[in-house]
Every structure is written in C-alpha cells, then in structure tokens.
C-alpha cells in the first residue's frame, strides 16, 4: 500500500535503500499472503539446495529452537533478551488461527 503514496511523500518506497525497495517489499507481500510453493516436496532444485544448505535432515530441524542461533562471528550486535521474548511470543501468536 505504501507504492500507492504519491512519489514526493517522504516515506515512498522509492526513496528507501535499494535491499528496502527489491526484497523487504516483494518479501512482505509473499509473507501477507502466506504463500507456499506447492511443489517443494518434488522440486528437485528445492531438494538439492535443502540437501546442500543444511547439515541435516530437512524435516527433522526444530525450526523454533534455532530461531535464535547466530554465529559468533556474524553476530554484529546481539540481541536483548527482552527483543528475545518478544520475538518467541509473536512467533507463536502467529501459529493460532483467530478468526476475524
């Protein structure tokens, strides 16, 4: 919605930095709408990068123990146990279907 915004608004997505405009934007959208790619079971380009990417079974990762994990040296600025929390409570809020 904020493409809708006239062009000298201050805040249009056309004057963010250029990683805001071509992936936060694009990335939020699929996030919105929960998109799923219905074939990445089967795809053998998606299972060959999983095979590639991870250091063990896909499916077995608990993906909500590893939220947190960074590695030492990537670790710029570590985040607040508090920002911690927050993220782990919204992260579970987002698993319940509250019916609008």
Known sequence: EMWLLPNWFPFHPGRMWCHARMVYL???????????YPQAETDETVLSLRKELYCEDYHSISW??????VAPMDNYSPIPWVMKTIQN????????????
Do not use: D, Q
């Open 26 to 36: 694009p990335m939020g959208y699929l996030y919105g709408h929960r998109f799923v």
């Open 64 to 69: 909500m123990s590893t939220r947190h994990w």
């Open 89 to 100: 409570i919204l992260a579970r809020y987002e698993k319940w279907n509250i019916p609008f």
